[in-house]
């Protein structure tokens, strides 16, 4: 036992090692059992179900819905629960399970006589235990929970000592972050002023090269111009040749500049002018053109096409459709919009102030009101000692109780040194007892209601360098249509990232989203190359014309006037010809003259073109480097590296609170179950938890149960009456009377009965019809010592119910002083088979 004493006594001095201070171990013990017991019992269960129902202001509504299957009712349940399991269940069930067990023995002597236990109230133990029972009981059991519930105690001392100083930092954090969003917002503002200053001053010389697109457009109109004079050179020559359409009732020469839109026009790939045509009068207005008329008799008939007019057309007509819109101009030359400079940046960082304005509302209390809130809270330091005596003193007294009994109730001890070690573990249990019903269950429960909410919400509280998933998760549940992304942006853009957190994210903006805000002071990504190629790339806009020159200059009658035309045979035919010689020439002419223009005016074209083009890069590239500047300014003056520590200084002491009230609460529960657990264990130690149903006579403090261990009785015993004074003895020197005797050795009694009884026989002696002797029911013992105590037979239950009542209703009465065994009504069982009631005792009473 002083060994076992030794044993504890070191647990206890390791256990009290545990730093006054929980810090870190609070938060470990809550995330490995306050929080894993919660997550087991509670399941998915949390208060972040409450928050769609606040947020809609229908709370009380949800709630009054329950109980349900709502998460909002679970977790409700589940608290609910919690305290009912406190203040109600655990302390009935300590109460009547302490009852049950029958273990006030040393003060309460009546509480035991309705379980009939005439050993109420002794100070002996109940019997005499077995060496591994008490080596499981005092050098396996007792320590483990002993260690178990100085351990959790000394946690649960630590963790709730550690909460006054975490109220302190929620303090102080809450008035550092409280003036943190205003200070911010007066910051962004003061630095975007100094920007909108320095950027308006490098933008406004960039555009003085706007002038030059001016020049551009003017240039670009006249070589339009001369491109339609072109095509219109073209197709006169080409009306010449193919004729007007059917019905024109004037195509002549001199009207063909005018009347373009009569022209019949062939395709490029045709022989020949539609048959319906008209036939071009010539120049000297009598002929008409000699290849619209048959080379041998001169009879109309289709006009011949110009081919190489049509190819030509087409090319020119590629080169209008390329030429560069004043449109197109207009958009790479308009100038950088200094003036609205400011104005663009206002709209840019848009309505930053409002996420920090709504944060520094969602603070319950004003930077004023923190202090007197703090005061109001009174001796916090004095209330949390407070509640860590009283919780837990009584249970170290109760294992200062069970080290005092290790040590008295050692196997050598004095009787009276003994006696007091009897009185410790009675101390201990009752203590315990007491500590659990009164102190430890009502505490579990009313707790339950401070720290099963702080502990969810610190779980689902985003931390700094985490994610909102949590708390998101938690909204979805409950509201699967409630909008998160505020809090997703807030949360993850500015105040949970340890760096690169921008107050712009809050209001959905990146930094592309500036960028693309702020485009039009950037020319460059205003302008897009193939903007500035298609207008200010002449080569490339007039390619059709000048890869083609040489066609455009090499029109000749020769390849115009087809060779059957220039060896007709019907009359004037020469003089025809001659004539329409004479106006090809003079169309072709026309046509060279126009191209000549053309490409005077793509070199003056090509000059300004350039010089704008050259300007215009410079300018693009200084303003997207102001441009990129201005951005780069304006998301880093959003930076909230300061506000997330700000925010990390209020958020971490909450958690550290939570973590630590909900270690009380898990080690409150722990020790609480392992003192339901030590109550027998104390029983067992003190040597009490076996008890006996009768046997025990208080004037020689000694058991007087034994089993059946005696010598044979005598065969032959003196014949009595039934009733009579008993003349043999058993194996402990007591008398026995003879019908017990005559009972035990299968003969009847001198009297011819028992107890009124017919006389039984070993073989069909006489008796009621149908009545036989019992076959024996108790073996034959060798003669031994009758051992001084032994264990209660198996089969023998708190009361003598188990015995059969009798079955012969006839059978006359029972003596009072004998008890009664049934009557065989049947056939009377084998000789060879076992007995019906083998494990029966023989006490001073009697059998039993």
């Known amino acids: 036992m002083a060994r076992h004493a030794a044993l504890l006594g070191a647990a206890c001095l390791l256990a009290m090692c545990v730093p006054a201070s929980a810090g870190k171990l609070g938060t470990n013990f809550s995330t490995a059992f306050s929080r894993g017991l919660q997550t087991t019992l509670a399941g998915n269960a949390n208060i972040g179900a409450l928050v769609p129902g606040m947020v809609d202001n229908d709370i009380m509504d949800r709630l009054e819905k329950c109980p349900g299957s709502s998460p909002e009712c679970e977790w409700l349940g589940f608290v609910v629960g919690c305290v009912a399991m406190g203040l109600i269940i655990c302390p009935l069930m300590c109460f009547f399970i302490c009852c049950g067990f029958c273990t006030g023995r040393r003060c309460c002597e009546c509480c035991c006589k309705p379980c009939g236990q005439p050993n109420c109230g002794g100070s002996k133990p109940t019997r005499q235990y077995p060496f591994p029972e008490t080596v499981g009981c005092l050098a396996v059991a007792l320590p483990i929970f002993f260690i178990m519930l100085l351990s959790f105690s000394a946690v649960g001392f630590a963790a709730l000592q550690e909460v006054p100083g975490d109220i302190d930092g929620v303090f102080d954090g809450m008035r550092s972050i409280i003036a943190t969003p205003a200070d911010m917002k007066v910051q962004i503002k003061r630095q975007t002023g100094d920007l909108k200053v320095s950027i308006r001053a490098k933008l406004a010389p960039l555009n003085d090269a706007f002038a030059l697109a001016d020049v551009v457009k003017a240039d670009v109109r006249t070589l339009r111009t001369r491109m339609n004079e072109l095509s219109n050179a073209i197709k006169e020559l080409a009306m010449l040749i193919e004729g007007c359409k059917s019905g024109t009732t004037t195509c002549t020469y001199t009207t063909i500049s005018t009347s373009l839109s009569n022209w019949i026009e062939c395709s490029a790939v045709s022989e020949s002018a539609p048959s319906n045509g008209v036939a071009m009068t010539l120049s000297d207005g009598n002929t008409t053109n000699p290849s619209c008329k048959d080379p041998d008799n001169g009879n109309n008939q289709a006009c011949t096409c110009c081919n190489k007019c049509a190819e030509r057309i087409i090319n020119v007509n590629a080169v209008l459709s390329s030429l560069p819109t004043d449109a197109m101009l207009n958009s790479i030359s308009v100038e950088i919009p200094v003036d609205d400079l400011d104005r663009e940046i206002d709209n840019a960082i848009g309505n930053f102030d409002e996420p920090l304005d709504n944060m520094a509302e969602s603070f319950p209390i004003k930077k004023e009101e923190v202090d007197d809130l703090q005061a109001s809270l009174g001796d916090v330091d004095g209330i949390v000692a407070g509640i860590n005596c009283g919780i837990w003193l009584p249970q170290w007294l109760?294992?200062?109780?069970?080290?005092?009994?290790?040590?008295?109730?050692?196997?050598?001890?004095?009787?009276?040194?003994?006696?007091?070690?009897?009185?410790?573990?009675?101390?201990?249990?009752?203590?315990?007892?007491?500590?659990?019903?009164?102190?430890?269950?009502?505490?579990?429960?009313?707790?339950?209601?401070?720290?099963?909410?702080?502990?969810?919400?610190?779980?689902?509280?985003?931390?700094?360098?985490?994610?909102?998933?949590?708390?998101?998760?938690?909204?979805?549940?409950?509201?699967?249509?409630?909008?998160?992304?505020?809090?997703?942006?807030?949360?993850?853009?500015?105040?949970?990232?340890?760096?690169?957190?921008?107050?712009?994210?809050?209001?959905?903006?990146?930094?592309?989203?500036?960028?693309?805000?702020?485009?039009?002071?950037?020319?460059?990504?205003?302008?897009?190359?193939?903007?500035?190629?298609?207008?200010?790339?002449?080569?490339?806009?007039?390619?059709?014309?000048?890869?083609?020159?040489?066609?455009?200059?090499?029109?000749?009658?020769?390849?115009?006037?087809?060779?059957?035309?220039?060896?007709?045979?019907?009359?004037?035919?020469?003089?025809?010809?001659?004539?329409?010689?004479?106006?090809?020439?003079?169309?072709?002419?026309?046509?060279?003259?126009?191209?000549?223009?053309?490409?005077?005016?793509?070199?003056?074209?090509?000059?300004?073109?350039?010089?704008?083009?050259?300007?215009?890069?410079?300018?693009?590239?200084?303003?997207?480097?102001?441009?990129?500047?201005?951005?780069?300014?304006?998301?880093?003056?959003?930076?909230?590296?300061?506000?997330?520590?700000?925010?990390?200084?209020?958020?971490?002491?909450?958690?550290?609170?939570?973590?630590?009230?909900?270690?009380?609460?898990?080690?409150?529960?722990?020790?609480?179950?392992?003192?339901?657990?030590?109550?027998?264990?104390?029983?067992?130690?003190?040597?009490?938890?076996?008890?006996?149903?009768?046997?025990?006579?208080?004037?020689?403090?000694?058991?007087?149960?034994?089993?059946?261990?005696?010598?044979?009785?005598?065969?032959?015993?003196?014949?009595?009456?039934?009733?009579?004074?008993?003349?043999?003895?058993?194996?402990?020197?007591?008398?026995?009377?003879?019908?017990?005797?005559?009972?035990?050795?299968?003969?009847?009694?001198?009297?011819?009965?028992?107890?009124?009884?017919?006389?039984?026989?070993?073989?069909?002696?006489?008796?009621?019809?149908?009545?036989?002797?019992?076959?024996?029911?108790?073996?034959?013992?060798?003669?031994?010592?009758?051992?001084?105590?032994?264990?209660?037979?198996?089969?023998?239950?708190?009361?003598?119910?188990?015995?059969?009542?009798?079955?012969?209703?006839?059978?006359?009465?029972?003596?009072?002083?004998?008890?009664?065994?049934?009557?065989?009504?049947?056939?009377?069982?084998?000789?060879?088979?076992?007995?019906?009631?083998?494990?029966?005792?023989?006490?001073?009473v009697g059998i039993v």
């Open 398 to 844: 109760a294992l200062i109780a069970i080290l005092v009994a290790l040590a008295l109730g050692r196997k050598d001890a004095p009787e009276n040194q003994a006696k007091w070690g009897d009185w410790c573990w009675w101390i201990a249990y009752t203590i315990g007892v007491i500590w659990f019903i009164f102190l430890v269950c009502p505490m579990f429960g009313l707790w339950s209601i401070i720290a099963i909410p702080m502990e969810d919400i610190c779980d689902i509280l985003p931390v700094r360098g985490g994610t909102s998933d949590n708390l998101v998760k938690v909204i979805t549940e409950g509201a699967p249509d409630f909008d998160t992304k505020p809090i997703v942006d807030i949360m993850d853009g500015c105040l949970l990232p340890v760096s690169g957190g921008y107050i712009w994210k809050t209001i959905g903006l990146s930094k592309q989203d500036f960028a693309d805000m702020l485009s039009e002071f950037d020319k460059a990504a205003q302008i897009g190359e193939d903007s500035i190629s298609g207008s200010l790339g002449v080569d490339a806009y007039m390619a059709a014309f000048t890869s083609n020159l040489a066609d455009f200059k090499g029109f000749s009658t020769t390849d115009l006037i087809p060779s059957s035309v220039s060896s007709c045979s019907y009359t004037n035919c020469t003089s025809e010809v001659s004539s329409y010689t004479t106006d090809l020439n003079a169309k072709i002419a026309g046509i060279n003259t126009a191209t000549t223009r053309v490409e005077t005016q793509v070199a003056a074209t090509k000059r300004s073109s350039n010089n704008f083009d050259t300007e215009l890069r410079k300018v693009m590239d200084n303003s997207k480097t102001f441009t990129n500047d201005m951005v780069d300014s304006l998301w880093a003056y959003g930076e909230c590296a300061l506000i997330s520590a700000k925010y990390d200084e209020f958020v971490s002491p909450i958690c550290i609170v939570s973590d630590n009230l909900g270690s009380f609460w898990a080690c409150v529960l722990m020790v609480g179950c392992a003192w339901l657990a030590m109550f027998p264990i104390i029983m067992c130690a003190s040597k009490r938890w076996h008890q006996l149903r009768e046997g025990f006579t208080p004037e020689t403090d000694t058991f007087d149960t034994f089993s059946p261990v005696m010598p044979p009785l005598p065969t032959n015993p003196p014949s009595e009456n039934p009733g009579s004074k008993p003349e043999a003895l058993n194996a402990m020197g007591q008398p026995v009377s003879a019908d017990v005797v005559a009972l035990m050795n299968k003969s009847a009694p001198a009297s011819g009965g028992l107890g009124g009884l017919p006389p039984v026989s070993e073989e069909g002696s006489a008796g009621p019809e149908g009545f036989q002797a019992p076959p024996p029911r108790l073996p034959q013992y060798p003669t031994g010592d009758v051992p001084k105590r032994m264990p209660l037979p198996a089969n023998v239950g708190s009361d003598m119910g188990d015995f059969p009542p009798p079955t012969n209703p006839a059978a006359p009465p029972r003596r009072p002083a004998v008890p009664s065994y049934p009557v065989a009504s049947a056939a009377i069982p084998a000789a060879s088979d076992p007995p019906r009631y083998p494990n029966l005792e023989i006490s001073k």
